[in-house]
């Protein structure tokens, strides 16, 4: 087989401006959502340019004319994938409140187990769970109880003792649960769920409670590819944990692509250190496969044509096998796309193989070009093979290679060892600059340690997937030498995971940073493009690093700039139930008034993070907990993670109560040393402008729960007030009532709206323009909104508006919803306070 010089014909390749023009109408239709009429008359008007220009011998117009026609196939491609719905499609009997439906259907995608968890930070143990995807037929009228024909995909969710139904891809299923649209995002900078499902095509989803009902109606996955790729995979994490006492879930997401063993915390441990890339099923993975067949083959005295076809065949079935994702499927058509040189003796474009790859991508599914895992891989592919070759690629030195002969071969294997050392390193430096702003923009995070683990990862990895697949291919016939490669594998495992664990206690080893403006990330990465592509550049590589260097620069500068509002804005973040309210003060100083909800410490991961991030907050002044109830303070240990935290302000009784999740919150602020502050009723201070007053709890008391005990702020900043009340009832309430009046500006409604804690009598003693309750979907409307609109307030709650954020005048303030209604001014109490 030839093979193609990398740093010739990168735009000459016949295949990549198609794979070009493609991708150009995708990213047109994902933006702005081109009907698919338009699209599809478009390409039908280009391809009669075609014709036309091509009868008449005008090459230029043809070419230009092919390019839009590709251009409006691709939009039309996109479109029809995403948007287009069937009339029977399950979605147009959804809703965003979840009801009750019975469906039938057929599992599409294996099933994915999630484990129990015991966390004192929750207030109920999570159960364990099972998700899959299923292709539904029929669902059941509730009024008459006839089954009527549908379609859709719909993401289910199995709870507690129905997690442990064996239900594999193919098998026909009923289920009887809580149908709903897909949550959309309620805050600023929130990932967007529903839009991640619509990608692949998952309109609705299913959450089946243990009072549901769940059956298998017929074993089907012996005549689905999925369901025996599925069983496979099943027979694979058996055989690595018998042979494997320790790590054997590291082993399955490394060579399965199962990785819902290692859990949450597993998978953030590598996503800090920057090195998840090599738990992802990718080209590492394939490349080691291909290598031991390829030995395997010679070894038996195969000729390469002859294995060609076989280990193309492996390859792409392994890649079938580990879910098919856009990494390894571009592998697998990439190295197909070799097998076939091979095959047929021709040379092999390595330009035209990666845009093979990419086609192939587009072709399975349109939308996994915006997915942050298939673009990072593409874009290390194309680092490595253009721009690492094009920029450290030195010729031959005649005089280099009369010393190393002289040499002693301890002293030559040293020199090389250190020499290919030096070169991982350089390779690894330069990958990691190039995919670092876009792991950034979509994790929020940037891992400097990467560049001292990644080479000895790589090569940990590359020897546990040796050993591993040898485990696997000798666990079915000989179980001794299974064991020994499992012994091998778990060794090389532990060892990198040891490094990891090594790695991230460095100082340094990791940050989170805010967002990266898109215009920033869409001038490095098309200069990244023409910089490892173009010849142009190529004469003018100095020039080119130095610029590069430069945009770097400027990115790092941006991403670190003062956080300057230049305004005062409050937001209420939505966190269901629960609570967090940001304000921002105009030269910047962020203070947080808790930080918690019942769905658990991710809420800090979910919610409270993105919206920080996309205000371009990364370090806060004050955290102040209003009680130690976990809704209002269990995402605290996570956000002391991620942001730089200078105080903690709580009440009296905070640190006293015997809760497990108070104390492991305790360890967490002790663990980053934040200093911590007591204040009760008359304590004040003063931050930029913006007074803040204690009114509630007492330095001892009141009797009864946390609730009673919220810490109750009154703040304000120059004619403007807001009060914020936490959980506030019962005696709390009555000793906040038994002070003088207090009219504001904006109120938060004490324990999420509840009627028992705002009657008429704090509407009256407070009189609030605005009252704005931090709360999930309610079970039904509440009076408390009546009562205040009757004192003349504006009621908002977090559900179903999503965030809201305030942002005060001189005469008025400006009230905005992040999901509606649309903003409002209100004006301000006339009275100075």
């Known amino acids: 087989m030839l093979v193609v010089p990398r740093s010739l014909g990168f735009w000459t390749a016949p295949l990549v401006p198609i794979a070009l023009a493609l991708t150009v109408g995708m990213v047109a239709d994902r933006h702005l959502v081109i009907p698919f009429e338009t699209s599809l008359v478009t390409a039908f008007v280009c391809a009669a340019a075609v014709a036309v220009a091509a009868f008449r011998g005008d090459t230029r117009i043809v070419l230009v004319a092919l390019w839009l026609t590709l251009i409006a196939l691709g939009a039309a491609f996109h479109h029809l994938h995403r948007h287009y719905l069937p009339a029977d499609d399950l979605s147009r009997h959804a809703a965003r409140e979840p009801h009750i439906a019975r469906l039938r259907g057929v599992v599409h995608s294996a099933p994915i187990s999630f484990p129990g968890q015991i966390d004192p930070l929750r207030t109920q143990s999570a159960k364990p769970t099972v998700r899959f995807a299923v292709r539904v037929t029929e669902r059941q009228d509730i009024t008459d109880r006839q089954w009527m024909r549908c379609s859709g995909l719909s993401q289910v969710t199995l709870q507690g003792r129905f997690a442990e139904i064996p239900f594999t891809a193919g098998d026909e299923v009923e289920l009887l649960g809580r149908l709903a649209h897909p949550g959309e995002p ?184 915006f997915n942050a895992g298939c673009q990072l891989s593409f874009l290390a592919s194309a680092v490595l093979a253009w721009g690492v070759s094009r920029w450290t690629d030195t010729p031959p030195d005649s005089l280099e290679d009369l010393i190393a002969q002289s040499q002693s071969w301890p002293v030559w294997l040293g020199l090389w060892l250190a020499r290919a050392a030096f070169a991982a390193y350089v390779v690894n430096a330069m990958v990691w600059l190039a995919i670092t702003p876009l792991v950034a923009q979509h994790y929020h995070n940037v891992s400097p340690i990467a ?105 790092v500068a941006l991403v670190f700039a003062p956080h300057r509002p230049g305004e005062l804005r409050c937001t209420f973040v939505a966190v269901g139930h629960g609570l967090c309210t940001v304000i921002e003060t105009p030269s910047g100083r962020v203070i947080v008034y808790d930080a918690g909800a019942t769905a658990g410490p991710d809420v800090t991961r979910r919610h409270i993070g993105p919206f920080l991030w996309s205000r371009g907050i990364r370090r806060i002044d004050d955290v102040i907990l209003s009680h130690a109830d976990l809704d209002h303070f269990n995402g605290l240990p996570q956000l002391a993670e991620r942001f730089a935290i200078d105080r903690i302000i709580c009440t009296p009784t905070f640190a006293e109560r015997d809760s497990a999740g108070v104390r492991k919150t305790l360890a967490a602020i002790e663990k980053q040393h934040i200093d911590m502050k007591v204040v009760k009723v008359g304590s004040r201070w003063e931050v930029d402008g913006v007074a803040f007053r204690v009114l509630h709890p007492p330095a001892i008391g009141p009797a009864g729960n946390e609730n009673s005990r919220s810490l109750v702020l009154h703040v304000t900043h120059a004619d403007w007030s807001m009060l914020l009340t936490g959980d ?34 704090l509407a009256k003693w407070a009189k609030p323009k605005l009252v704005v309750s931090s709360q999930t979907s309610p079970k039904f409307e509440r009076a408390s909104i009546k009562t205040y609109e009757s004192h003349g307030a504006t009621y908002l709650a977090t559900w179903p508006t999503g965030a809201i954020t305030v942002r005060p005048t001189e005469h008025d303030m400006l009230v905005e919803t992040f999901r509606g209604p649309p903003a409002l001014r209100l004006p301000l109490h006339t009275a100075k306070r």
């Not at 005549?223 to 018998?242: F, I, N, Y």
């Not at 040189?341 to 996994?368: C, E, H, K, Q």
């Not at 080479?455 to 001794?480: D, K, Y």
């Not at 504001?744 to 709206?753: L, N, S």
Request: glycine share 10%; aromatic share 10%; with cysteine.
């Open 186 to 369: 309620m805050n600023p900078g929130e990932f967007d769920y529903a839009n991640f499902l619509r990608d692949q095509g998952i309109t609705t989803t299913l959450t089946v409670l243990e009072t549901d009902e769940a059956q298998l109606v017929r074993r089907g996955w012996p005549t689905s590819l999925w369901g025996v790729l599925a069983v496979v995979r099943e027979w694979g994490q058996a055989s690595l944990k018998q042979n494997m006492s320790a790590h054997h879930d590291l082993a399955a997401a490394l060579l399965l692509g199962e990785g819902s063993g290692l859990g949450s915390a597993g998978w953030d441990k590598y996503q800090r250190s920057g090195i998840v890339h090599v738990l992802a099923i990718s080209g590492q993975h394939l490349i080691v496969l291909a290598w031991l067949f390829w030995f395997s083959a010679r070894i038996a005295g195969n000729r390469r044509r002859s294995a060609a076809p076989i280990i193309a065949l492996v390859l792409i079935t392994y890649a079938l096998l580990t879910g098919g994702r856009p990494p390894v499927m571009r592998a697998a058509w990439v190295v197909a796309a070799y097998c076939g040189g091979v095959m047929l003796r021709r040379p092999v474009s390595y330009a035209n193989t990666f845009a093979l790859g990419w086609i192939g991508v587009l072709a399975v599914n349109p939308t996994d070009i």
């Open 728 to 761: 506030l009832e019962k005696e709390g309430l009555t000793q906040l009532l038994s002070q003088p009046p207090t009219p504001v500006d904006v109120m938060m409604a004490p324990h999420h709206g509840s009627e028992s804690s705002n009657n008429p009598a």
């Open 451 to 555: 560049l001292l683990l990644g080479p000895p990862m790589v090569v940990l990895t590359s020897i546990a997937l040796v050993t591993g697949f040898a485990c696997l291919l000798f666990a079915a016939w000989m179980p001794p030498l299974a064991w020994l490669f499992g012994w091998l594998t778990q060794i090389a495992l532990g060892m990198g995971d040891w490094l990891v664990d090594l790695g991230l206690m460095m100082p340094g080893a990791y940050l989170f940073v805010p967002d990266i403006p898109a215009w920033w990330s869409w001038v490095f990465y098309v200069g990244l493009l023409i910089g490892i592509s173009s010849y142009i550049v190529g004469n003018t590589t100095r020039i080119a690093i130095g610029v590069g260097a430069a945009w770097w620069v400027l990115g």
